[in-house]
């Protein structure tokens, strides 16, 4: 007799966006991430925690971003996740400031925070840098 085996009706989506490394742009990564938010069918308060996380990491890439350059941003989500990474090439290797009030919001908002350098990357021109985060229903909120 076969044993019967419960699937998983979690289904994952990753969405990337390429934007010049500008102020200018942030609408764009915001109106994404909100739509992104609400498609996964997060609370309008739980896609606000969403949208204000990317907003500050994003800001701290692009100011410190090598001109002209791109900044990358993949959402990966599901039903309880939302997960970001978000790249850029650094004109420096004084990584993106940490200890500020944003960052701080940005801890509160997320259940995990990390942000990375790499060493300088000649051909680029800079020092890649990624900083990933992730949001997940219920608990971020304390819910």
Do not use: K, N
């Amino acid at each position: 007799m076969g044993e019967w085996t419960p699937r998983s009706s979690i289904r994952t989506t990753t969405i990337g966006i390429r934007i010049p490394a500008r102020l200018d742009q942030l609408t764009m990564l915001r109106a994404l991430a909100e739509t992104l938010s609400l498609i996964a069918d997060f609370a309008l308060d739980e896609v606000t925690d969403i949208r204000l996380a990317l907003d500050e990491v994003a800001t701290s890439l692009i100011m410190i971003a090598v001109p002209g350059s791109i900044l990358d941003c993949e959402y990966t989500y599901d039903d309880r996740r939302m997960s970001v990474r978000v790249r850029s090439i650094a004109s420096t290797d004084a990584m993106v400031d940490q200890a500020g009030f944003g960052w701080h919001v940005v801890r509160t908002l997320t259940v995990s925070l990390a942000a990375v350098q790499a060493p300088l990357d000649p051909v680029a021109g800079g020092y890649p840098t990624t900083v990933d985060f992730s949001w997940v229903r219920g608990v971020a909120d304390g819910g």
